[in-house]
Nanobody
């Protein structure tokens, strides 16, 4: 059974950092395009970042550019989202998603999803 599990969410003060992990079970993540998405209450799911399986190229939404970094650790079958300089507007449930042929940050093109991890940025 193919599963994605996210770890690392929590409560952090504005300006703080968190690192989210997306661990694959039953499949090898470096053969997949991986995306990170988030959904805040009352808002649509937003593509935050993605990393390509073919050349490792990355994408960031304008709202997180310069603050978030996506990376892979193939030995651990894990994709990370390092989030720095967090703002209250980053508060959301964060999801990772995987697909062989995804359109970066387009939710409908990813077949496999994790259950999400909550991030709250508040003082």
């Amino acid at each position: 059974q193919l599963q994605l599990v996210e770890f690392g969410g929590g409560l952090v003060q504005p300006g703080g950092s968190l690192r989210l992990s997306c661990v694959g079970s039953g499949f090898t993540l470096d053969y997949y395009d991986i995306g990170w998405f988030r959904q805040a209450p009352g808002k649509e799911r937003e593509g935050v970042s993605c990393i390509s399986r073919s050349d490792g190229s990355t994408y960031y939404a304008d709202s997180v550019k310069g603050r978030f970094t996506i990376s892979r650790d193939n030995a651990k079958n894990t994709v990370y989202l390092q989030m720095n300089s967090l703002k209250p507007e980053d508060t959301a449930v964060y999801y990772c998603a995987a697909d062989h042929w995804a359109r970066c940050a387009v939710a409908g093109t990813y077949d496999y999803w994790g259950q999400g991890t909550q991030v709250i940025v508040s003082s």
